[in-house]
């Protein structure tokens, strides 16, 4: 019986961050996690519109993943953020080549907000309680972080799946909070965790869906 797929993604570098620790999280994690009932697959996506747009649902397609973990790099980050829910907002913002997205929002006709059905809030208790600083966070922001895990969320809604968006600090190589160590350590029980909740039976979402726009603009 063929395992169950993970696609364990990262960011490439974009203005601010000549160093995205995301990137080289998701090929570690890949080659270093012991995961006998799982098939591992990694990507570090450029930090560009176009190719997210491009290369998410290229990916979704050819792999089939049945958990999607996404790593992104926060600079005002003291620990790990898990992300509950991704906006249906884009920022008008340049990405890596100096280019905005398209339009303001992600997809025409959906919702406004689309949310995880991992259990967020437990997920920042075990990594605090396993020595780690982490929160549950609200807001994914309107970058490509939020780009990414909207449509990763819109597959789940379509196909089944769990997916997941979790933002890293800077390491102090970048003068950040954390050691390189210590953040591949919990990104490490991130996935552990990750993994664990998604062989359990279907769960409510945490929260409700807003499914007005008013509700979550910021």
Request: glycine share 6%.
């Amino acid at each position: 019986m063929a395992r169950p797929r993970v696609l364990i993604t990262g960011f490439g570098p974009f203005p601010g961050v000549s160093e995205n620790p995301s990137g080289w999280l998701a090929e570690t994690l890949a080659a270093g996690l012991s995961a006998n009932a799982w098939e591992l697959h990694s990507a570090v996506l450029p930090t560009e519109w176009d190719a997210v747009a491009t290369l998410a649902p290229r990916l979704h397609e050819s792999l089939q993943p049945h958990v999607m973990i996404h790593f992104g790099v926060s600079a005002r980050a003291k620990g790990l953020q898990i992300e509950r829910a991704a906006h249906n907002d884009a920022e008008p913002r340049a990405d890596a080549c100096g280019a905005r997205p398209p339009c303001s929002t992600i997809a025409a006709d959906s919702v406004a907000r689309l949310e995880t059905r991992l259990p967020v809030s437990a997920l920042a208790r075990r990594l605090r309680a396993q020595g780690h600083a982490a929160r549950a966070s609200h807001s994914c922001g309107r970058y490509l972080c939020n780009f990414l895990y909207y449509r990763s969320l819109e597959r789940t809604e379509r196909a089944g799946g769990e997916a997941l968006f979790v933002h890293v600090p800077l390491t102090h190589a970048q003068d950040g909070p954390l050691s390189q160590d210590a953040l591949l350590e919990a990104a490490q029980d991130t996935v552990t965790f990750v993994l664990e909740a998604a062989t359990q039976a279907p769960r409510p979402r945490d929260v409700k869906r807003a499914t007005d726009m008013s509700e979550v603009r910021q």
